[in-house]
């Protein structure tokens, strides 16, 4: 089992920076992906921002240039930097983690609680 804590978001202007942290307890030998997802009211959960066990970097489109992912060498902490926020940014973001077989298969996944983000135009 994994747990994760979120923190770092509240309210910002736009143009502004926040730095959101996830930090996960538990099994976190076994944690390989880390990711960050947003939901809008109204909208879909999307993918922010994800970084693998192999430290490949994916970002969705809206975020390239502006957000940043992160962990700290031993997989317990995984930051998202956000630049210049727009307020198209405001959500709830929440951390994700993937643990997988050996073969490749997906074994489990986890879910922080989330973080309000909003954007002041």
């Known amino acids: 089992q994994v747990h994760l804590v979120e923190s770092g978001g509240g309210l910002v202007q736009a143009g502004g920076s926040l730095r959101l942290s996830c930090t996960a307890s538990g099994s976190i030998a076994s944690i390989d992906d880390m990711s960050w997802y947003r939901q809008a009211p109204g909208q879909e959960r999307e993918l922010v921002a994800m970084?693998?066990?192999?430290?490949?970097?994916k970002y969705e489109e809206s975020a390239k240039g502006r957000f940043t992912i992160s962990r700290d060498n031993v997989k317990t902490t995984v930051y998202l930097q956000m630049e210049n926020l727009e307020p198209e940014d405001p959500a709830v973001y929440s951390c994700?983690?993937?643990?997988?077989?050996?073969?490749?298969?997906?074994?489990?996944?986890?879910w922080g609680q989330g973080t309000q983000v909003t954007v002041s135009s």
């Open positions: 970084l693998t066990g192999g430290n490949r970097r």
């Open positions: 994700y983690v993937a643990t997988y077989f050996p073969s490749g298969l997906l074994l489990d996944e986890y």
